[in-house]
């Protein structure tokens, strides 16, 4: 018997214990199993930095998983594809990521507006803080975290922002489908019949855009065009549901973490109001000790050597990100938030470099990356800039929620 598989008082992944803080079992994994077999869910779980980092850069470590992770919410999406197929299928969509790549997109606007995402963004921002009280409790979550990405998504896309309510409770119900380790069968009820709904609500927009293509990101979609080829109605909804899905509930869950590890230690508040400078250090180190995203699924094609054991061709791996990211083979105090700290290179926090994992790594590395950071810090200088003073309220202690995906989902304070 491997170890691995042999006998231990090691709690399952979706247990009660773990999920209410699996850094804890993480911790353990990395000093006394980095690569273990979690029966519950049938994966194994890969929890050092090294391994991580090996297990994304490597072909054998096929997105196969997908298929029935995602595949049944979204469609086959960029996740799936892989080689010279993956590549081409992500030069088609890449462009709107890439900032300044838009104007590909979104000609006629962009050649009038420069820089217009970040105008987008700032203008979203405004109109939901300009709503806010300073000295007022609220749960700043719920008054805005949640609304940024689903407003700059749904502006891009040309869909009716007043649709919020409906985008909202629909990607929270694919994620939770994604998310579903424990196999239930009411969220992944819930997750399918998401789909159909987001799915019958996007196909006559599709159409009208098919005949009349107007500047959003929709018709850009309907129409593009690579190696003379374009994309079917199955494949622009799985794009829409990717970009809903993949660039909503990240970014939401990373601004719960941010505000929670600026609130809980307020010098870390304090430290931003003083230099600015440091937003993006803030979100970067966030981003390390908790990603949002907090483990991938791979499997493997052939059969493949991990931390010394031979694993077959087929089986499930889980490469968690939210370990790797803390490994103290990699980070000194590596538990801890710290801005300060020397051994993360900071200005690559945003880039497929290996750093941390928080966006993936390798081929299938984050796409959103720089629009994610482009909202959190807009978003986080914006509540600096009108709410200095804000703290969590009195008695108020944030719980982070979740396995797959974790966050805080609520964060009452005192603006
Ligand atoms: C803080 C926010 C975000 C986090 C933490 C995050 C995390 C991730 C991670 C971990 C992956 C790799 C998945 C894998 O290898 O299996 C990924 C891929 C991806 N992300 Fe993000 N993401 C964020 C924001 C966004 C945004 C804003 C968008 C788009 C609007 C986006 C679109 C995508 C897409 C399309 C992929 C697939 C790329 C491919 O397969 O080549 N993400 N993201």
């Known amino acids: 018997m491997s170890l691995s598989t042999s ?7 979706t247990s009660p214990e773990v999920v209410s803080d699996p850094y804890a079992f993480y911790r353990r994994l990395r000093a006394e199993r980095p690569l273990h077999f979690d029966e519950g869910t049938g994966s194994y779980l890969i ?3 090294a391994a991580v980092s090996a297990g994304y850069r490597s072909a054998t ?3 196969k998983n997908y298929e029935w992770q995602l595949e049944p919410v979204l469609g086959k999406t960029v996740l799936q594809f892989e080689g010279s197929e993956h590549a081409k299928k992500r030069a088609l969509v890449s462009p709107y990521f890439r900032g300044k790549g838009l ?11 420069a820089g217009l995402l970040d105008d ?4 979203n921002v405004d109109e939901l803080l300009g709503r806010l009280i300073p000295g007022t409790e609220v749960d700043i979550l719920a008054e805005f975290g949640h609304y940024v990405p689903v407003y700059t998504q749904a502006e891009v896309l040309g869909l009716p922002k007043s649709d919020f309510d409906q985008f909202n409770d629909w990607y929270n119900r694919i994620i939770d489908f994604l998310g579903n380790l424990a196999k239930d069968p009411l969220v992944h009820e819930s997750g ?4 159909r709904e987001l799915r019958a609500y996007l196909r006559p927009i599709i159409a009208e855009r098919r005949s009349a293509p107007g500047e959003d990101l929709v018709s850009a979609l309907v129409t593009a065009e690579v190696d003379g080829e374009q994309l079917d109605d199955e ?6 549901s990717i970009l809903l899905a993949a660039g909503s509930d990240t970014t939401d869950s990373a601004l719960g973490n941010i505000f929670n590890h600026l609130l809980i230690d307020r010098s870390n508040w304090e430290a931003l109001l003083d230099d600015r400078g440091l937003v993006p250090i803030a979100i970067g180190e966030m981003l390390r000790v908790t990603p949002p995203s907090q483990m991938n699924g791979r499997i493997l094609s052939e059969e493949t050597e991990i931390e010394g054991e031979a694993l077959p061709a087929g089986t499930w791996v889980n490469l968690v990100i939210a370990s790797a990211n803390r490994d103290e083979r990699r980070f000194e105090n590596s538990e801890k938030f710290d801005m300060f700290r020397t051994d993360m290179d900071h200005s690559k926090a945003f880039s497929a470099s290996g750093e941390h994992f928080a966006f993936g790594y390798g081929r299938h590395f984050c796409l959103g990356a720089m629009l994610a950071k482009m909202q959190m810090e ?4 914006a509540v600096l800039d009108r709410f200095p003073r804000m703290r969590l309220a009195d008695g108020f202690i944030p719980v982070e929620k979740g396995l797959k995906m974790r966050a805080p989902r609520e964060m009452q304070v005192v603006l």
């Open 7 to 13: 006998p231990s008082d090691l709690p399952a992944l």
């Open 47 to 49: 929890t050092r930095h």
């Open 61 to 63: 470590y096929t997105t």
């Open 103 to 113: 104007e590909n997109w979104m000609a006629p606007i962009m050649r009038n507006v």
């Open 120 to 123: 987008l963004v700032q203008r």
């Open 192 to 195: 399918l019949a998401a789909t």
């Open 235 to 240: 494949e622009v909804l799985a794009n829409i």
């Open 378 to 381: 807009i978003s986080l200088n």
